[in-house]
């Protein structure tokens, strides 16, 4: 059971982390979660993006732009972004030492407003055959969610609320901010293009990385901090699709491989985590639905 919630947990690390580093505004509809980037890149740019000075057609000096120079470009585009919609889809396998394989399969669907900060998430957990479906809400009301056995809606605890939203301060959770993390390795990103989108790609392998991954996992999730993890990647790559008239993502392909060692335990950890970006500052507020009112302790 230890091990699982470990599977579950780091799952939704990877998540939130490598989601807010390609950009975190996200959440297309639930049609194409799973796309590569050369799917993402034939669709056409979002409609739900702001409008640019640049819209109706790439220039030549935008042609000219370096992978680097891209990256920037879509912090500063995302820096005025208040709320966005997420989906992703996460499929991953973790190896215990001496033990079998544990596979899960992870669909999350997110609205969010950064300021103030409120969300709603639907999430789908399949570990190891056994489906779990999570419906939650985060608003003024406090967290509501529906539980997956019952079906009864129900308001945390504040400590247990406090907990589901350690690390998410708003520069975590400001996408803008999240990829200027990335910034210290500029230098290895690479560029694609497309008619319509640049595709930014880093291979983010190495010992340098190890670092740049452990705080991240210490940062947004304190019960991993505790542990104190050690990591060795051994194949991470990332690859961005930015919308060329916009700058703001499309998507983000993730693949890794590393191993983690806590607790004097080892777990060796191969996933794929695809992601989708829409309704950039769409989303004014996040409502309650009306049944998920009657929870203990919400307000009406």
């Given at each position: 059971m230890r091990t699982k919630?470990?599977?579950?947990?780091?799952?939704?690390?990877?998540?939130v982390t490598m989601l807010a580093a390609c950009g975190k505004n996200d959440n297309k509809p639930a049609e194409s979660p799973s796309a590569s980037p050369s799917a993402s890149v034939s669709a056409s740019p979002s409609a739900s993006a702001p409008a640019s000075p640049s819209a109706s057609a790439p220039s030549a000096e935008n042609s000219k732009l370096s992978a680097a120079e891209v990256f920037d470009k879509t912090i500063e585009a995302l820096k005025p972004i208040n709320s966005y919609n997420l989906s992703s889809k996460i499929s991953q396998k973790m190896t215990p030492a001496n033990a079998e394989t544990i596979t899960n399969d992870i669909s999350m669907d997110m609205d969010l407003v950064n300021s103030p900060l409120s969300f709603k998430q639907l999430t789908n957990i399949t570990s190891n055959g056994v489906a779990q479906n999570v419906e939650m809400y985060y608003t003024k009301d406090g967290m509501i969610m529906k539980d997956p056995s019952s079906g009864t809606w129900m308001k945390l605890p504040q400590e247990q609320t406090d907990a589901a939203l350690a690390g998410m301060n708003q520069d975590d959770i400001n996408p803008s901010k999240e990829m200027e993390g990335l910034k210290p390795y500029a230098g290895d990103l690479k560029l694609e293009e497309t008619d319509k989108a640049y595709i930014v790609k880093l291979d983010a392998s190495g010992e340098k990385f190890n670092e740049f991954v452990r705080q991240?996992?210490?940062?947004?999730?304190?019960?991993?901090?505790?542990?104190?993890?050690?990591?060795?990647?051994?194949?991470?790559?990332?690859?961005?699709?930015?919308?060329?008239?916009?700058?703001l993502p499309i998507s983000a392909d993730i693949n890794m491989n590393f191993d983690m060692e806590f607790s004097g335990q080892q777990m060796a950890v191969d996933q794929k985590i695809a992601i989708d970006y829409s309704k950039f500052n769409?989303?004014?507020?996040?409502?309650?639905?009306?049944e998920a009112k009657s929870a203990v302790g919400a307000s009406q």
């Open positions: 919630r470990y599977a579950i947990g780091i799952a939704a690390l990877l998540a991240k996992a210490l940062e947004n999730l304190q019960n991993l901090a505790s542990e104190n993890p050690d990591f060795k990647i051994h194949k991470v790559d990332y690859a961005f699709t930015i919308d060329k008239q916009t700058y769409e989303i004014k507020e996040i409502v309650l639905p009306d």
